[in-house]
């Protein structure tokens, strides 16, 4: 069964068709058959995908009951005070629902490859990584918000203990067994 990771361009669909959107979609970037997106990561969010063919997989990694951890590095624009990490790594009540504790610090700026459309802050930008356990539609965004911090860009860096790593945008390799091994032992 085969399971890729992709290094998800700005602006790409995470899934395969376009349905009419006009959007650049995984086809474009992946010829495998029958696989399909662990998860997602919106349009405007870049990084780490992982896709397969294994239904039960994708179930766990999607399933916030499994615990699996996604890091994003997240580029806000506002001032990411101690009380405001506090909130977000506590958890914060959206809408309709109460997000689960996640860990939230402020680092230093990573080295990331630069974005098609460059990111045009109004204010002081900092860097946080965002450690989930769950991903709700927008969560990171509707979070940063929440607690006055504009979220900017948004680039997952890991699934558990599978990393990026170095591999270009735009890009896919096979997940190697024994990461597909630590994978499946943690969901």
Known sequence: MPTILFNKPYGVLSQFT????????LKQFINVPNVYAAGRLDRDSEGLLLLTDDGSLIKNLTDPKQHIEKTYYVLIEGEPTPQKLNQLSSGIQLKDFFTAPALARL????????????VTPH???????IKLREGKKRQIRHMTAAVGLFTLRIFRTAIGEIQLGDLEVGKWRDVNPKELAKLIAKS
């Open 107 to 118: 680092i230093p700026a990573p080295s990331l490859p630069a974005r098609p459309k460059p």
């Open 123 to 129: 204010g002081p930008t900092h860097w946080l990584e």
């Open 18 to 25: 376009d349905e009419g959107t006009g959007h650049p979609t």
